[in-house]
């Protein structure tokens, strides 16, 4: 006589279970169409044509046009580094400018001549981004204690020559991670005060900085993108030089 019950019973602990499994299927899809909908879409940084929106700032004189300055689009690559005749090199620097943000790219740097054990104790061949009006996330080789990692310049006592402070040698901790005379994946995250740099889908810098100097104050502000013009250091004579592709951003 009681089987009936127990059966109505069980029936209705079923459909229960069968609503809260569908009452959570549904709130994982509106949590998933709301993360969808509240990231920025990504955005190429150039137009893989020419410098447009880009310019290089002169010292003392009007700013210069990228092409007459040295940098260079070759199939939607951009090159810096080897400026021709009557040419002086200068950072690339967006007209827009950006505060939270995540940035990807493809980088190449040239080799520098060094010693057969990889060493190179005079050059410093590098370039960078440059974020905020102070942050640059280095592109450098680690041979020559260029790493890539996050640098600022800051009066410190662990600030090497022209007060150049390392937040973060960044790939100085894993030796074989930048690929020589090859193409590498940069990814940079940057959100209030913590920047992260990932290299090769590596995680190589993790840095939360807070700038008190008034001095550093437009460090916590938009600013533009810069990538830095590379140059031979004090070795000199070095014609080498930077690429740079699928350069992309978004806000965050």
């Known amino acids: 006589m009681h089987r009936p019950t127990k059966q109505l019973s069980l029936k209705r602990t079923v459909k229960r279970q069968k609503g809260i499994s569908f009452g959570i299927v549904t709130l994982h899809c509106f949590v998933l169409v709301v993360s969808l909908q509240s990231a920025e879409q990504w955005k190429p940084l150039f137009n893989g044509k020419d410098f447009t929106g880009w310019t290089v700032p002169a010292r003392g004189g009007q700013s210069l046009i990228p092409g007459e300055a040295g940098w260079k689009m070759e199939n939607g690559v951009i090159v810096g580094g080897q400026a021709g005749p009557g ?7 967006s007209q827009a400018k950006f505060k939270d943000v995540e940035l990807e790219l493809d980088f190449m740097l040239a080799e520098e001549p060094a010693a057969s054990d990889g060493s190179c104790t005079t050059c410093t061949y590098n370039s960078g981004v440059y974020l905020r009006n102070g942050y640059q ?11 890539i990692g996050i640098v600022v310049h800051r009066v410190h006592p662990k600030a ?24 590498n994946h940069v990814q940079i995250s940057f959100k ?8 090769n889908g590596t995680k190589i ?15 916590k502000e938009a600013g533009p993108i810069s990538f ?22 978004r806000d965050l």
């Not at 150049?164 to 960044?170: E, I, N, P, S, Y």
Request: aromatic share 10%.
């Open 228 to 249: 830095q013009w590379p140059h031979g250091g004090t070795a000199g004579g070095f014609a080498g030089f930077v690429k740079l592709r699928n350069v992309r951003i």
């Open 160 to 183: 090497i020559k022209g007060n150049v402070l390392w937040l973060d040698t960044g790939d100085e901790k894993f030796p074989e991670l930048r690929k020589k005379e090859d193409w």
């Open 205 to 219: 810098c993790d840095v939360t900085d807070n700038p008190t100097d008034p001095a550093e104050a437009a460090w």
């Open 87 to 93: 040419q002086r090199g200068g950072n690339l620097v």
């Open 137 to 147: 996330v280095n592109l450098g080789r680690r041979e020559a204690g260029e790493f």
């Open 192 to 199: 209030g005060r913590r920047l992260q740099v990932t290299l």
